[in-house]
Nanobody, 117 residues
Framework: QVQLVESGGGLVQAGGSLRLSCTASGSNFPITYMGWYRQAPGKQRELVAGITRGGSTNYADSVKGRFTISRDNAKNTVYLQMNSLKPEDTAAYLC???????????WGKGTLVTVSS
């Protein structure tokens, strides 16, 4: 069973920055895909950014140029550097990983990001 521990959320003013981290443990197989989703109150969960084990990335249009996803395969950790934050970025940010071979998805509990105007 894979466990995910997220950190780095908080309250920041518009224009500020935050860095989220998510570490996966307990997997017997390589973690192939790692990503960040977010869910604001009353809205559907949406993909923010994802990264493959080889380093290929994809981003939601709304965060391109402001957010950067990266990962450390040796530590099974994914990062999300968020710059130029906007009030509309306010949401719970959830880490998602996919385990190789089994193809199973795991979710973190989420870390709250609040951007004040």
């Amino acid at each position: 069973q894979v466990q995910l521990v997220e950190s780095g959320g908080g309250l920041v003013q518009a224009g500020g920055s935050l860095r989220l981290s998510c570490t996966a443990s307990g997997s017997n197989f390589p973690i192939t895909y790692m990503g960040w989703y977010r869910q604001a109150p009353g809205k559907q969960r949406e993909l923010v950014a994802g990264i493959t084990r080889g380093g290929s990335t994809n981003y939601a249009d709304s965060v391109k140029g402001r957010f950067t996803i990266s990962r450390d395969n040796a530590k099974n950790t994914v990062y999300l550097q968020m710059n130029s934050l906007k009030p509309e970025d306010t949401a719970a940010y959830l880490c998602n990983v996919r385990e190789g071979l089994t193809g199973m998805d795991y979710w973190g509990k989420g870390t709250l990001v609040t951007v004040s105007s």
